[in-house]
């Protein structure tokens, strides 16, 4: 059965980085893309990117332009996503969520991680 | 950016009770919209992708209607695990996607 399995809860300082994983296991790896979404405590669904571990190849969000970097380890059928510059309204958790064949969907998720920015 | 507007932004009904969530886009989306279901502490859920098509093993009172800018989620004889936010998303602007603000369905 598909899994996405995520790294565990983070705490980290303003200006700090953080690298969020997200295992795969249960399909082709290499068969679908892969999101970033984020939710702010008791807001919304925030989308950051995409990956597609075939060959690596991104897109990003604008507001998350030059903060954030998704790369992908074939060998491992892992994807991270990385963001720098932490300030406290990057506090949220993090989910990946796999790409429908058909469409630009979400059909799988993470479970989510939890990153906290505080000084 | 395709701005998605959902309403209500929450509601209350009672258990078998039939609700209507609705979706708007800024812009004409086509069909390329999908609703989700998230429980407090988890993951959304998929529900329905391409406006109308119900995702396996998603109840069959969950329906969805629409195309173009106005899009409906509707839930027929509410259950009580059926208490939680939905969003909506459109992937018209592909890769990059939109989600609704959320609607919030609370037990009456």
């Known amino acids: 059965q598909v899994q996405l399995v995520q790294s565990g809860a983070e705490v980290k300082k303003p200006g700090a980085s953080v690298k969020v994983s997200c295992k795969a296991s249960?399909?082709?790896?290499?068969?679908?893309?892969m999101h970033w979404v984020r939710q702010a405590p008791g807001q919304g669904l925030e989308w950051m990117g995409i990956i597609n571990p075939t060959d690596g190849s991104t897109a990003y969000a604008q507001k998350f332009q030059g903060r954030v970097t998704m790369t992908r380890d074939t060998s491992t059928t892992t994807v991270y996503m990385e963001l720098s510059s932490l300030r406290s309204e990057d506090t949220a958790v993090y989910y990946c969520?796999?790409?429908?064949?058909?469409?630009?969907?979400?059909?799988?998720w993470g479970q989510g991680t939890l990153v906290t920015v505080s000084s | 950016d395709i701005q998605m507007t959902q309403s209500p932004s929450s509601l209350s009904a009672s258990v078998g009770d039939r609700v209507t969530i609705t979706c708007r886009a800024s812009q004409s989306v086509s069909s390329y919209l999908s609703w989700y279901q998230q429980k407090p502490g988890k993951a959304p859920k998929l529900l329905i992708y391409t406006a109308s098509t119900l995702q396996s093993g998603v109840p069959s009172r969950f329906s969805g209607s629409g195309s173009g800018t106005d899009f409906t989620l509707t839930i027929s004889n509410l259950q009580p695990q059926d208490f939680a936010t939905y969003y909506c998303q459109q992937s018209y602007t592909t890769p990059s996607i939109t989600f609704g603000q959320g609607t919030r369905l609370e037990i009456k």
């Open positions: 249960g399909y082709t790896f290499t068969s679908h893309y």
């Open positions: 969520g796999r790409r429908s064949h058909f469409a630009n969907y979400f059909d799988y």
